[in-house]
């Protein structure tokens, strides 16, 4: 198993998911197809692995899921365990690189924000009472 590539292929399909929440979200706050294509232009991913690499990660993600909820195997091969460890480090850098607002959950597109693109608060700071 290459971890690299597994742990590549994770992380750019994270990022893909996110990136696409986003510009769903600017799609619906910028009216006109110019500006609407201007405001997203910078939200498009291009993957570099094979297609296999992503195949593999959205299998084992549909197993971690499987598992968290009681529906997985009763036994995994080495290999699988393995593979599961890779892509919980790699959502634990994602979520590092893209932390959740505190004020409303949205993650994040960059790491220091200054203003969450769902709630428009600092995602960093609470409120002063």
């Not at 959740?100 to 924000?113: N, V, W």
Request: aromatic letters at 6%.
């Amino acid at each position: 198993m290459n971890e690299q590539a597994l742990r590549y292929a994770a992380l750019e399909l994270f990022e893909e998911a996110l990136k696409e929440r986003a510009r769903e979200r600017i799609l619906e706050k910028v009216p006109g197809a110019a500006n609407a294509d201007r405001a997203v232009a910078g939200l498009t991913m291009v993957r570099t692995l094979a297609p296999g690499w992503y195949d593999r990660v959205s299998y084992f993600l549909d197993l971690d899921e499987r598992i968290k909820l009681g529906l997985g195997p009763e036994s995994l091969l080495g290999a699988e365990v393995e593979c599961l460890r890779v892509l919980a480090r790699a959502r634990a850098e994602f979520q590092r690189e893209h932390p959740a607002c505190i004020h409303c959950g949205e993650l994040q597109l960059e790491r220091f924000a200054e203003q969450c693109f769902g709630c428009g608060k600092n995602p960093r700071k609470a409120e002063a009472a």
